[in-house]
């Protein structure tokens, strides 16, 4: 399924995707790996993905035969595959892995011990009201050693629970793998869901102090209350008000 366009360094893979897919130089099922990125990407454009050269997995790839079932969903079923390679991988160096130790974050932040060890980037492309394609960026820290001070007590990688650096083209090849597969999987959408509320249930014991959403609207004092059908987070204010966050950043109470 895959094509594999390898860089030694790129400003970022999700920007060379997307603008070879809006030129139509690109299409379905090809995959651009970085070993650096001097510009990555974060979900907001306030937030740049850092790397260290050649120690992480920085990919973005892109997808037009999309199962419509899902077709709206499409940053979870990515979530979902890196959670399931990243507890793979876990399990296979260090034998006894307790996979709770990997959490997915809503929407799409996959913390290990609960620091950050991956994120996903999901934009859709739409021409008038038909979706063309969606392109997925995800950056796993794998082999980096340490972090710069602003991010340092909130970002972690692979690595430093393993005893040796991993290979990355085979963490890419089990990720791409696992993508594959998990595309095929959650065409059934109630498996989607059911599994995105099981890995997302221990938000629950969380208390938000404010959640933000992209049009400038501030909630305070929060707890999450579930995940709607279409992958919204479902929130309720002290006074018991519930509000359907389809997509906001949250600040947590320590
Ligand atoms: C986030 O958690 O804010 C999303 C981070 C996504 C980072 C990846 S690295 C590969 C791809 N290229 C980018 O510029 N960003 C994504």
Redesign the pocket.
């Known amino acids: 399924m895959w094509t594999i366009h390898h860089y030694d360094e790129l400003?970022?893979?999700?920007?060379l995707a997307r603008s070879l897919f809006d030129e139509a130089k690109a299409g379905h099922g090809e995959v651009f790996v970085?070993a650096h990125?001097s510009?990555?990407?974060?979900?907001?454009v306030w937030?740049m993905?850092d790397?260290e050269p050649g120690a992480n997995l920085?990919?973005?790839f892109i997808l037009t035969d999309i199962p419509e079932s899902i077709s709206d969903v499409m940053q979870f079923v990515a979530g979902l595959s890196v959670l399931s390679t990243i507890r793979t991988i876990l399990d296979r160096e260090l034998r006894s892995f307790d996979a709770s130790r990997v959490k997915l974050k809503w929407p799409?932040?996959i913390l290990l011990d609960g620091k950050?060890v991956?994120?996903?980037?999901s934009e859709a492309v739409w021409s008038g009201q038909s979706l063309k394609g969606v392109i997925i960026?995800?950056?796993i820290n794998v082999n980096q050693e340490s972090f710069p001070a602003r991010v340092a007590s909130k970002a972690t990688a692979l690595k430093h629970i393993l005893a040796d650096t991993l290979p990355l083209q085979q963490t890419r090849d089990l990720l791409l793998a696992t993508i594959e597969y998990t595309l095929r999987y959650y065409t059934d959408r109630a498996r989607l869901l059911a599994d995105l509320r099981s890995e997302l249930e221990w938000m629950k014991s969380l208390s938000v102090e404010s959640a933000t959403t992209p049009d400038g609207a501030t909630f305070s004092s929060l707890t999450i209350s579930g995940i709607s059908d279409s992958g919204a987070l479902i929130v309720q204010t002290s006074e018991g008000t519930e509000h359907v966050l389809q997509s906001a950043t949250l600040n947590f109470k320590a």
């Open positions: 400003p970022s893979t999700q920007t970085a990125q510009s990555g990407r974060g979900q907001y937030r993905w790397d920085l990919l973005s799409n932040d950050k991956s994120g996903v980037l960026g995800i950056g």
